[in-house]
């Protein structure tokens, strides 16, 4: 019976197809380890021979090597985690190529210096060998996250009291779960753009086939990342007037991507109800949503520690860190390439792609294997939601712009990871249905400064002389590499805080908010200069019966709509005004907000920091977030107008898959209530304006593509800190 029950458990080893796929991967291992040792050998000054006969041993002894040596060093990376196991997985690879060379019987190599420098270029070329052997794709990632998954399957089944050894592949889950991929700063129009030109594999052919649908939704004010999970993870958008901003209050300086900062905020949105309360995962976002795991995440900034083995078999494996490590590096090669491309051929607008940025890249790149690799540990643990967020084309997208050819290089690599996690699905715990949703879009265009030659706040200063005005040093993408100084230094009298193409002004020796009499008695030039300065489209400012958005030539009323002369909304679509009066009641508001002007050719914009591709205010494609999901789903939340519309229609899905039971509704105070009805001024408009469509060749209507959306309705119109860090990328959230 023994002999039976051994038998049945190797005949699963023994299947023709099994011992092909290992006959193919030992041959495929043993010709790269022979080509990069041949290469690096070559390369080395001073090696006697380079026979092949020898080389093939040393292949061997390679192999050996690794077979010890490996299990022995993953045991340590799983020890030490987070920091520990970064480092530790970056000389793991080099260890073993140096113990091999050091035993190397014909002695070819001699001494630890040059053992070392020729263990370390060998690494390096398998790395580039291997992304050359699979033609760009992601093929060996894929097979080591798959054995990942596997492997934790199975020792999930020996603690439940299964086989100690078993060979079979671990069946297919069949209870539902969800996966939730977040593709940052994707609009709408440029992913139907993208798989119209048949440049997304994954994402057309689930659109083709039937499988999912694409619909756009509206992201309201402000337009940016923080403002957005706390409503998608959370339901309280509310809470996030602009990537950062000022509270009077306490006299403090809050940027939402500085790990510090973005605790407090967790605890003012968290209720206990969050998307991902019941046992979900969170990864790469800014705030957990109330998941019991959260890695990756910045409000709970840290790495991931020893309990999580897809951080340390990413750290230890070959086709893991050490992989990413070098094709991050290319990268930056390629960034300086095309900035160069850029400025040769004299495209605007432009930026400056140097200095951290460079190191943005790669750190992206790091960020995105190692997401989708702790992604793939929890679907093999059963999960039943995970959320992640994967930042590369908004961050690439910031300095080359939305459109540009590299930015869309980045939305293909994130469609290959799509597909990866779709076929790892194969492999995991549960059978998981995938959504795929943007928290924004992205609007092109020179900046403020480029356009007009100054700065807001210098503008700002203009204005509010004799009293200085000033504004954070860095953008607010880099904020997150500097923790506040305590006790922080004074602040100016007039601030100005900025966030893509919007601004919060605040009056910093004045408690409260002030409205537009107490602002002109102290600074009468302030409000009309800005109205009329050129590339400022709006300036919201309080009066007495409610916010009032003014423009060089007219004012808008925003609780009755009343106009005045030529409405200054006119150009940002009919829900402009929505969405203004949604933000003044957001915490924290401004007591002025500025929006910068919208070219009405080309619908750009201009950002007040340095960046060519922005977001957070009004206009061309930044409000413009896309969602992708399975087709037999129905939209229950109507036309899917701000973050907590969103987040309620995730949970209704999530109640479907039996995944989340109702929970009572929780009292809460009016100012936290995320529901238009709360505000009954509020105009919600069912339509965007087709005049945020800066070009007809992309034409995002629904109609004019029917096999690319059957759904009811659609939308018409983190830190360069280290490049090796990935938890400050995951901190920069624009």
Same mark, same amino acid.
Request: proline share 8%; aromatic share 6%; with cysteine.
């Given at each position: ?118 263990? *370390? *270029?060998?690494?390096?070329?398998? +790395? ?83 499988? $999912? ?185 910031? $300095?080359?712009?939305? +459109? ?35 928290? $924004? ?111 060089? +030539?007219?004012? $808008? ?22 969405d203004l009066l949604r933000h003044q009641e957001t915490a924290h508001v401004g007591d002025l907000v500025v929006i910068s002007a919208l070219d009405p050719l080309t619908s750009e914009v201009s950002a007040f920091e340095e960046l060519v591709g922005s977001h957070g205010g009004l206009g061309g494609w930044q409000t413009e977030g896309m969602l992708v999901h399975p087709a037999d ?94 938890? +400050? ?6």
């Open positions: 019976m023994a002999g039976q029950r051994g038998e049945s458990a190797l005949r699963p080893l023994l299947t023709w197809r099994r011992v092909f796929a290992r006959m193919r991967a030992v041959l495929r291992n043993g010709i790269t380890t022979f080509v990069v040792l041949s290469f690096t050998l070559w390369l080395m000054p001073g090696v006697r021979s380079t026979d092949v006969v020898d080389t093939m041993g040393l292949v061997v002894l390679v192999a050996v090597v690794g077979a010890v040596l490996r299990p022995l060093l993953l045991f340590g990376v799983i020890a030490l985690g987070g920091w520990g196991a970064m480092l530790l997985g970056v000389a793991a690879q080099v260890i073993v190529m140096a113990v091999a060379l050091e035993l190397d019987p014909s002695k070819r190599l001699s001494g630890w210096p040059t053992v070392g420098v020729a263990a *370390l *270029l060998a690494v390096v070329c398998a +790395a580039i060998f291997d992304w050359m052997i699979d033609s760009g794709t992601e093929d060996t990632f894929q097979n080591e996250a798959t054995r990942l998954m596997r492997g934790i399957r199975r020792r999930q089944a020996r603690q439940a009291g299964g086989r100690i050894f078993e060979l079979r592949r671990p069946r297919p889950g069949t209870d539902p779960g969800l996966l939730i991929v977040q593709l940052d700063g994707v609009s709408e129009p440029v992913l139907r753009w993208a798989v119209r030109a048949g440049n997304l594999p994954t994402i057309g052919r689930w659109l083709r086939s039937g499988t $999912h649908t694409m619909r756009g939704w509206h992201t309201g004010l402000p337009s940016t990342t923080p403002a957005a999970q706390a409503g998608i993870l959370h339901g309280a958008a509310r809470q996030i007037p602009a990537f950062r901003w000022f509270e009077k209050d306490t006299g403090r300086l809050m940027v939402s991507n500085r790990p510090r900062d973005a605790a407090v905020i967790e605890q003012r949105l968290s209720d206990g109800q969050g998307l991902l309360r019941d046992d979900g995962v969170s990864i790469g976002n800014a705030f957990s949503g109330d998941a019991k795991i959260a890695l990756l995440t910045v409000s709970h900034a840290a790495l991931p520690g020893r309990s999580a083995r897809g951080w340390a078999a990413f750290m230890a494996s070959p086709f893991g860190f050490t992989r990413a490590l070098v094709l991050g590096i290319g990268e930056v090669f390629a960034e300086l390439h095309q900035a160069r491309l850029q400025r040769r051929r004299d495209l605007h607008p432009r930026v400056s792609r140097s200095g951290a940025f460079l190191a943005l890249r790669p750190a992206s790149i790091l960020l995105r294997d190692v997401n989708v690799s702790l992604i793939a540990e929890q679907m093999a643990r059963g999960a039943p939601a995970v959320y992640c967020d994967l930042v590369d084309y908004d961050e690439v997208a910031h $300095h080359a712009g939305p +459109a540009r050819p590299e930015s869309l290089r980045q939305l293909e690599s994130l469609d290959q990871m799509l597909g990866v996690l779709e076929r790892l699905g194969q492999e995991a715990a549960r059978d998981y249905r995938i959504v795929v949703l943007s928290d $924004h879009g992205q609007s092109q265009g020179a900046t403020f400064r480029q356009r007009h030659g100054e700065t807001l706040d210098e503008a700002v200063e203009r204005f509010s002389a004799p009293d200085p005005a000033d504004a954070p040093s860095v953008p607010a993408e880099e904020e997150a590499t500097r923790e506040p100084e305590f006790p922080q230094p004074p602040v100016a009298p007039v601030l100005v805080v900025s966030s893509g193409n919007l601004a919060l002004i605040y009056f910093t020796r004045h408690p409260g908010r002030l409205d537009r009499a107490r602002i002109d008695a102290t600074y009468p030039k302030l409000i009309g200069g800005l109205a009329g300065h050129p590339g400022i489209g709006l300036v919201v400012v309080h009066e007495g019966d409610g916010p009032v958005a003014y423009g060089p +030539a007219g004012s $808008h009323r925003l609780t009755d709509g009343t106009v005045t002369g030529q409405d200054p909304l006119l150009p940002y679509g009919p829900q402009a005004r929505t789903w129905q939209i229950t939340q109507g036309d899917l107008n701000g973050p907590d519309a969103v987040h309620r229609q995730l949970i209704d899905w999530l109640e479907l898959l039996d995944l989340r039971a109702p929970a009572p509704l929780p009292a809460s105070s009016p100012a936290l209530d995320p529901s238009p009805a709360s505000s009954p001024a509020l105009d919600s408009s069912p339509a965007s304006s087709p005049a945020l469509d800066p070009s007809a060749a992309l034409d995002p209507s629904p109609a004019s593509s029917p096999e690319l959306d059957s759904s009811p309705a659609s939308s018409p119109a983190l830190d360069p800190s280290a490049a090796l860090d990935p938890s +400050a990328v995951a901190r920069r959230r624009g």
